[in-house]
């Protein structure tokens, strides 16, 4: 298995992991491996290359995910993000929004991986970093035995490095989006079947993970890696515990007031480039979860940051309002 020791991701989310989510989960974990937003194949080729695939360097490791069922396209895709400096392309092949849905990818393609096989293969051959896929389980009234067997082993033997899967069903017929987040039950016991049986395969678990203690026990069930998704956007703070207890790092506080002023500086270069100060603040407000002050800080940035002409002044005058030696009851 020559696929990178990721043994901790953050999971691409449409309208959150974008380059300034990014931007600064990397100022708290150094090693665990992030994701970008879904772009769909035609945007990357013919959309604005520099606002849909540009990042900031501290980002890496980072991966592309993209969207798409067209092996040309996606390959085409893929070469111009690996020109980007990505250093893995992965296809989407869980999403079940209905604009993915109607343009025939994402979770969908569980029914095809012959098609999702070719994507791979199409891409394999016109990039040098690795190519990756992230899936659902199954979707709809498919066996989730048979339906993820089939998609792995397509994709493998096509030449995938690592296959991430949503231990969860995507129910394209009847549920929102939103829904398919929630309701499907979880099956992780699928996923480690899965990686039982392809034991020199990278395989990584995905899908209703909260803390770093559950990423722990997946890791001691025999997944190679463990994805988070809405915890680490919503409860940021825990990614500064990560490089210690997932990569054999010294242990170390972090150095918040720091952090606060890296983040104050990259978003005053954001605001000159032509941005809002909401757009880097948006992804901060769940920092200090659990700490006195962390109410108020969320007001702050939801309120001041948002306000015309905000200035990165604001970030630091919400964390005035933090006590970092206490914890908070309801504050």
């Keep these: 298995m020559t696929y990178p020791p990721h043994r901790l991701a953050v999971a691409p989310m449409m309208d959150w992991t974008d380059r300034h989510c990014r931007f600064f989960h990397r100022l708290l974990t150094r090693r665990a491996l992030l994701y970008t937003e879904m772009v769909v194949a035609d945007a990357a080729i013919h959309g604005a290359r520099a606002r849909l ?6 980002e890496h ?3 592309l995910q993209l969207g798409g069922s067209e092996p040309a396209k996606l390959a085409e895709a893929a070469a111009i993000g690996e020109g980007f400096g990505y250093g893995e392309i992965n296809l989407n092949v869980g999403c079940p929004s209905d604009r993915v849905q109607s343009g025939t990818f994402g979770a969908c393609l569980m029914r095809t991986p012959d098609l999702v096989a070719e994507c791979v293969a199409a891409m394999k051959g016109r990039v ?3 190519v990756t896929v992230k899936c659902r389980i199954g979707v709809d009234e498919q066996d989730v035995e048979a339906a993820l067997d089939r998609l792995a082993d397509a994709v493998f033997a096509a ?7 949503h231990a969860r069903k995507a129910w394209l017929e ?3 989006p939103k829904e398919n987040r929630d309701i499907p039950p979880l099956d992780y ?3 480690y079947r899965l990686k039982t049986r392809l ?3 990278f395989v990584g678990i995905n899908g209703g993970i909260r803390t770093l203690d559950e990423a722990a026990a997946h890791l001691a069930q025999g997944v190679d890696g463990v994805m988070l998704g809405r915890a680490a956007y919503h409860e940021p703070g825990l990614l500064a515990e990560v490089d210690a207890r997932f990569y054999g790092e010294p242990a170390r506080a972090p150095d918040w007031a720091d952090i606060i002023e890296r983040m104050a500086e990259y978003s005053a270069r954001h605001i000159a480039a ?4 909401a757009h880097v603040t948006r992804h901060m407000t769940g920092l200090f979860h659990g700490l006195a002050g962390a109410r108020r800080w969320r007001q702050v940035l939801s309120t001041e940051a948002a306000r015309p002409g905000a200035g990165p002044q604001v970030l630091r005058d919400a964390f005035a309002h933090v006590r970092l030696d206490q914890r908070r009851d309801a504050a």
């Excluded at 030449?159 to 899967?165: E, I, R, T």
């Design 53 to 58: 695939l540009g990042f900031d360097a501290v």
């Design 61 to 63: 490791p980072v991966a």
């Design 199 to 201: 034991s020199g395969r």
């Design 174 to 176: 009847g549920l929102s």
């Design 128 to 130: 040098s970093v690795p």
């Design 274 to 277: 032509g941005g809002r100060l």
């Design 189 to 191: 016991g699928r996923v």
């Design 159 to 165: 030449g995938a490095d690592a296959l991430w899967v």
